[in-house]
């Protein structure tokens, strides 16, 4: 097989490209940065080549050949307050995907959503995923396109930035940590087994047109991942729940602080809890890993 993945340099993108080649597919990865990638150039059977996702020109120029796409771009806060950034990332680039396939005929797309993502959702990432979502399961799949989406909660692993980010913080600020939205639920799923899905639906005819969710097999609180990485670190914090107001109150300072650690976004995606039954691993044949047996590995080596 063919692929080709935007977002392939990316935290899931890398593992995704990892099970592909080790099958034998050839993969094709579009980045902003080609030689910031030294690692993939390396690999012999993945490809990198530099330009925009943006410019429909280019997606159709790559795209020639190729036996799947999969869309893994997505941000989790945009630069304005307003919601044009996650348009952008999230629903135009879709639309221009779905375009550049047309043109090639390119027969199959695996899809990067979120779970709870809706038109209809709190936040504008949600509403944006949920947006993206539709469209190319509506304009694709309705030409005839196999197309699959996935809904995952939130991923981690080596590389992510939610588990080390919360670490980061925990080992920057001294005694006391205040924590916004404490009872905010999740079902963390681990980065492999989201790589497996996504390898998987490639050859399986029964997951084409489907949107499947994607959780791990616990179901934690915020407090309770927190606390328990302040455990695993060694900590000794006092985890403060902030109440509802404090929580807004945090987004909107955030807002304006550089890099955006949390923002009134982020507040109103986590007034859904993010957690699913897990039945669709059935599926897959195999079952999903803990927190528990995984993130220790990565966190105490730094």
């Known amino acids: 097989m063919r692929v080709c993945i935007l977002g392939g340099a990316g935290f899931v993108g890398r593992s995704i490209t990892s099970r592909l080649t ?3 597919d050839d993969v094709l990865i579009l980045t902003r940065h080609r030689e910031r990638q ?3 150039l390396v690999q012999p059977l993945v490809t990198l080549v530099e330009g ?6 280019f997606l159709a120029q790559q795209f020639d050949n190729v036996d799947v796409v999969i869309n893994l771009i997505g941000i989790l806060n945009e630069r304005g307050h307003r919601g044009k950034g996650f348009h952008t990332a999230h629903v135009a ?4 995907v779905v375009e550049a396939m047309q043109r090639n005929h390119t027969p199959q797309l695996v899809h990067m959503s979120a779970l709870n993502a809706s038109p209809d959702g709190p936040s504008h990432y949600l509403r944006t995923k949920g947006l993206a979502e539709d469209l190319v399961h509506e304009r694709a799949g309705a030409a005839g396109y196999r197309v699959t989406s996935f809904r995952p909660s939130v991923i981690f692993g080596t590389r992510d930035s939610f588990i080390n980010r919360f670490a980061s913080l925990l080992r920057t600020i001294p005694a006391v940590f205040p924590l916004a939205c404490p009872e905010a639920r999740f079902q963390p799923v681990y980065v492999e087994d ?3 899905a ?4 490639i050859d399986d005819p029964n997951l084409h047109s489907e949107r499947v969710d994607l959780c791990g097999p616990g179901v934690y609180t915020l407090r ?29 300072i955030m807002e304006w602080v550089p890099g955006k650690p949390f923002s009134l976004d982020n507040y109103r995606s986590l007034l859904v809890d993010s957690v699913c039954d897990g039945s669709d691993w059935i599926r897959f044949g195999f079952s999903p890993a803990s ?5 220790p590995r990565y966190l105490r080596a730094r």
Request: charged share 30%; aromatic share 6%; proline share 0%.
């Open 22 to 24: 080790e099958r034998g």
């Open 38 to 40: 030294r690692d993939l």
């Open 52 to 57: 925009d996702v943006h410019d429909v020109e």
């Open 93 to 96: 680039l879709a639309e221009k």
């Open 194 to 196: 989201v790589a497996r």
């Open 198 to 201: 996504f390898t998987h639906a």
């Open 224 to 252: 309770q991942i927190v606390t328990y990485l302040d455990t695993e670190i060694g900590g000794r914090h006092k985890v403060i729940g902030l109440s509802d107001w404090q929580s807004h109150l945090q987004g909107m």
């Open 291 to 295: 927190l528990e047996s995984i993130v």
